[in-house]
């Protein structure tokens, strides 16, 4: 599995914005995907993952009831929607497919993304 992620770019405190995952492969709706971010100077922080079918998801502290992610089998894409942006969530987002979204809360995953960079000015 291949991940192609976009979408990242510049926005204001409070702004949104909606990321994405393209996933090359026949076997993209046998994983659950997730998303990360690592901001300077600091680690990998897991953001949201979810199931192959999309009905558990999973998110960190930092982002609850902010961020929500989705994914759309029949696209092998996967969605991070982020409301409510706040200047900690400035760093590069990357997106992440492991066979369990159990496996991605902890940090585990068979295929990585390349990156996309989120910035939110205050």
């Known amino acids: 599995v291949q991940l192609q992620a976009s979408g990242g770019g510049l926005v204001q405190a409070g702004g949104s914005l909606r990321l994405s995952c393209a996933a090359s492969?026949?076997?993209?709706?046998?994983?659950?995907m997730g998303w990360f971010r690592q901001a300077p100077g600091k680690e990998r922080e897991f953001v949201a993952a979810?199931?192959?079918?999309?009905?558990?998801?999973y998110y960190g502290d930092s982002v609850k009831g902010r961020f929500t992610i989705s994914r759309d089998n029949a696209k092998n894409t996967v969605y991070l929607q982020m409301n409510s942006l706040k200047p900690e969530d400035t760093a590069i987002y990357y997106c992440?497919?492991?066979?369990?979204?159990?496996?991605?809360?902890?940090?585990?995953?068979?295929?990585w993304g390349q990156g996309t960079q989120v910035t939110v000015s205050s």
């Open positions: 992440a497919a492991h066979p369990s979204p159990i496996g991605l809360r902890v940090g585990a995953a068979d295929y």
């Open positions: 492969g026949r076997t993209f709706s046998s994983y659950a």
């Open positions: 979810i199931g192959w079918s999309g009905g558990n998801t």
